[in-house]
């Protein structure tokens, strides 16, 4: 885990943005607030997470919270990187858990800030654990995660009442950096219409062919999202069968989401009125 100025940010934030009517819980010292930051949009932060950016005493952050909500806390909070990206150097759980621990019984108020939501496929829960086990009170705020506002920011709805009665998140990689062993593929590819991978674009070759193996037809509507959310944000649409080659054709990289189902096909139609309706 490292401390770099490269990280921070060094927009002055604006008045405290409180807005009456709503119980804000007191950010006590020696408390570890676990805050989802959503997909990267400042916009869509909650009103909870808004009031730990601004009343943190140390931010920890990992490596998908954008900058432009790491601005949004005063300048001189102390900001400390803990990313985690796949196949370059990151900062070790053990490391950070240990760390968070250590900075609540030092008496600061601590913000653990997490891309998406804290408990989707964001390893909160083991934070939480540790905490528990060290004495270390604490609160999740959760966020807006991924495979919902990415999907919406792309004009993809997660569900459609005449499309799908069901949606399954799924991981792309396990703990050890491959496809889970541990999924049922054959009830993937027939059970659930709509499926959502989350960091799928290293292992997608492997994923398409197990799915199509399983019987989900390669004509299925596939899309992949980019920086969801953010300026950097692009999306490529395609079939299951094609998705691989077009993502590799446009030079899409991670982060990214990747959804399989008939709700795809709807983007053309709501991405577009969402363009004719902005300024």
């Known amino acids: 885990m490292t401390d770099t100025a490269a990280h921070t940010p060094d927009t002055a934030t604006g008045p405290a943005l409180r807005p009456a009517g709503v119980d804000y819980p007191e950010f006590l010292p020696g408390w570890v607030w676990l805050v989802g930051a959503g ?14 950016l601004q009343q943190a005493d140390v931010i920890v952050y990992d490596a998908l919270v954008d900058d432009r909500i790491l601005a949004l806390a005063p300048p001189a909070t102390e900001r400390l990187y803990a990313g985690k990206r796949g196949g370059r150097p990151s900062a070790k759980q053990a490391d950070i858990s240990e760390t968070l621990v250590a900075l609540a019984r030092s008496g600061r108020r601590v913000l653990r800030l997490k891309g998406g939501d804290p408990f989707v496929f964001g390893r909160g829960a083991e934070e939480c654990q540790f905490l528990h086990a060290h004495g270390i009170p604490f609160r999740v705020v959760s966020g807006i995660t991924a495979g919902i506002g990415g999907l919406a920011a792309a004009g993809i709805p997660a569900t459609v009442r005449e499309t799908n009665a069901a949606i399954t998140f799924i991981t792309g990689h396990a703990a050890n950096g491959e496809v889970p062993d541990s999924l049922n593929w054959n009830a993937l590819a027939h059970a659930s219409p709509v499926l959502v991978f989350y960091m799928g674009l290293k292992h997608l070759p492997v994923i398409v062919d197990r799915l199509v193996a399983a019987g989900r ?14 300026p950097r944000q692009r999306v490529v649409t395609a079939t299951l ?15 990214a989401i990747v959804v399989v189902g008939e709700v795809v096909s709807l983007r053309q139609i709501i991405a577009a009125g969402a363009r004719q309706a902005g300024p």
């Open 241 to 255: 069968g094609t998705l691989v080659e077009a993502i590799r054709t446009a030079g899409l990289h991670p982060p």
């Open 217 to 230: 037809s390669a004509d299925t509507p596939a899309a992949a999202v980019a920086e969801a959310t953010t």
């Open 39 to 52: 997909p990267g949009d400042p916009g869509l932060l909650t009103l909870y997470a808004l009031q730990a």
